[in-house]
């Protein structure tokens, strides 16, 4: 009665000490739910299935997972679908970051533990899409990436608005006293008006478009609306290709390689992406072995335009973006940049994809020449110094030029709750050109690193008219803001960096054009207060995930991935 067959159902089978019976009891339970014998003799493939009443942006995704099927049934293939851990960015506490990494050892394990020959990948949400990568990664069965979608706009007072550039814009203007707290709560409900994720391209978005880049998608994917039909076709699309990579060998490590690592970073540079993306790739790069330096993402910022008129870098949305060419735009833009001999998952090198699709129609006031680029350099750079031993980052595209060389005095927040405590208080001591400083609010802080690297203007300021200063902090920002915001500084203040060591009133001199971030405190100095400064780590949780966390993290320059998880 033994089959030879190792697809399909017979995949990994329960271990009873008996393989006959375990397959015998696997079929008769799989007829529970209604299969035929023939319909279970078929190749399977698995969909990551991740819909949750915390996860806005994935409301839509039982329509979308009928269409995968579609795919699958149509292309002779059992599609079945699979809960994970699904990630809401604006649920979850202290930030979604800290549960990626869960979410991908979620996404890993049952694709390695369940029978499937291909997998669907079916996310969106900022940290979904890095999440299920890093475990599609570490698995490594045949795998494609199916993402959201970003919403479609909404309208107040017959101007566009968008999650969550606009948001924060308008947020800016209620602080500075300019709307009153009846124009913020109108605006508050017309940001986000559909499914989807974010409408601009912040991490959401800009993970969509390197999962494109990297060649785990179908191409031409990456933008589609949430809302729009062709997302459905793109789903059943998907489908297809999925059962097309049963037997291929088209496995992840075969399309995560150091060359699409380096296009992906080209791209994400390209788009003046989220400053998230650098930490998400370096964490699924590194989940097959691959380092991804900043010293790299230097060299190639250096010889990459922006391209993108997209907000928070330009004045266009992801809908925009669509309609003007998308990624396929980008790509045969930046083809001369790009190692086209990259294999996809559609089992098309990236030159013969974009062969195929030269003659397609581009929106210029979207998406630039390259040799007329929105700017010359790329959206992102990292910084070095006594500040940040391992680097820090600048999004410059999204930052204000006028601050790239500057020199100031630091006025610093101890921790998150520091800040919250004093930012508006009046009587902080704080002026235009001072530095705004955030400590321990990094990876291995009690914070988890959470997206408050966009310090608020102090409302004194505000009320004055100050839009920019230089903020500078171990955490993170959304892809969707802007301002001159130094962000991932490492090593981070709760493991000892050097940027525990500031105290209001030092100087700090900012260079981009030298990629240099400095504290002008001598060493003698320094070294005093590192003798003295108490460990504002804090300790390991008693048991589950949170030890785990604690015991395994590791820094922005590593992905913020778990030590054992790395490849």
Known sequence: MTEDKTTGIAHGLTNYGDRDFSLYLRRSFAQSMGFSREM??????????????FNNCHRHFPELLDAVKRGVLASGALPLEFPTISLG?????PTSLK???????????????????????????????????????????????????PMMTGRHRGERLGACTDCRRFWARYRAGEIDAEEISKVEG???????????????????????????TVPGTAAIPAVHADRLRAAEATGA???????????????????????????????????NAIIHLTAIAGRAGIKVSLQQLNELSDTTPVLVNLKPVGNGYMEDFYAAGAMGAVLRELAPLLHLDCMTVTGETLRQRLEADKDAFVDRTIIAARDKPLEAAGGLVALFGNLAPKGAILKRSAADAKLFENEGRAVVFSSLADLAARVDDPALEVEPNDILV??????????????????????????????????????????????????????????????????TGDRIRLSV????????????????????APSTRPPAPARGYGRLYAEQILGADEGCDFSVLRG
């Open 40 to 53: 279970l003799k078929k190749p399977v493939v698995g969909i990551a299935h991740t819909p949750s009443g």
């Open 241 to 275: 290709a999925a059962v097309r990579l049963i037997g291929s060998q088209l496995t992840p490590d075969r399309i995560v390689t150091e060359k699409s690592v380096a296009n992906a970073l080209r791209v994400l540079l390209a788009l003046g992406g989220s400053t």
């Open 513 to 532: 054009k030298h990629k240099k971030i400095e504290l002008l405190v001598d060493e003698a100095e320094l070294a005093c207060r590192r003798a003295s």
């Open 89 to 93: 960015e604006v649920f979850l506490h």
């Open 190 to 216: 017309n940001l986000s008006v559909t499914a989807g994720t974010c409408a601009v391209m912040g991490t959401a978005s800009t993970m969509a478009c390197i999962a494109e880049a990297l060649g785990m």
């Open 438 to 503: 955030l400590q321990n609010a990094g990876p291995h802080s009690a914070d988890a690193m959470p997206e408050a690297g966009y310090l608020p203007i102090p409302k004194k300021l505000a009320a004055r008219g100050v839009k920019d200063m230089i903020r500078i902090s171990d955490a993170r920002m959304s892809g969707t803001a802007f301002g001159t915001i130094v962000l991932h500084v490492t090593p981070d203040a709760a493991s000892g960096g050097p940027l525990g060591l500031v105290r």
């Open 99 to 149: 549960y990626r990494n869960l979410m991908s050892m979620d996404t890993e394990e049952m694709i390695r533990a369940q029978p499937m020959d291909a997998v669907v990948l079916l996310g969106g949400c900022d940290k979904t899409v890095p999440a299920q990568l890093m475990g599609a990664v570490s698995a490594n069965r045949p795998a494609i990436q199916l993402v959201a979608g």
